[in-house]
């Protein structure tokens, strides 16, 4: 069974910073690009970035220089290290893992909220 589990959400000061995780089973982590996507109240989807599997990576120009994308391999999980984290941030933080042949996975959620 293919399972993403996100964890690490929470409420946080405009400032602060979070480190989301998104641990995989069920499926060839290694093979698969993995992504960060998120929803804020009442909005569409919105990437937030991509690792490769050879480890590029790419961000959107709302999160770039303030976002990091990393994986491990050896545990099957990809992190958001979010820093300098703003109240438009809020939103709920989704794990899609994506293979050009198979297609994509994606994880249940993790809520995120930037509020003083």
């Known amino acids: 069974e293919v399972q993403l589990v996100e964890s690490g959400g929470g409420l946080v000061q405009p400032g602060g910073s979070l480190r989301l995780s998104c641990a995989a089973s069920?499926?060839?982590?290694?093979?698969?690009?993995m992504s960060w996507v998120r929803q804020a109240p009442g909005k569409g989807l919105e990437w937030v970035a991509t690792i490769t599997r050879g480890g590029r990576t790419n961000y959107a120009d709302s999160v770039k220089g303030r976002f990091t994308i990393s994986r491990d391999n050896a545990r099957n999980t990809v992190y958001l290290q979010m820093n300098s984290l703003k109240p438009e941030d809020t939103a709920v933080y989704y794990c899609?893992?994506?293979?050009?042949?198979?297609?994509?996975?994606w994880g249940q959620g993790t809520q995120v909220t930037v509020s003083s």
């Open positions: 069920g499926f060839t982590f290694s093979s698969y690009a």
């Open positions: 899609y893992a994506a293979h050009v042949v198979v297609g994509g996975y």
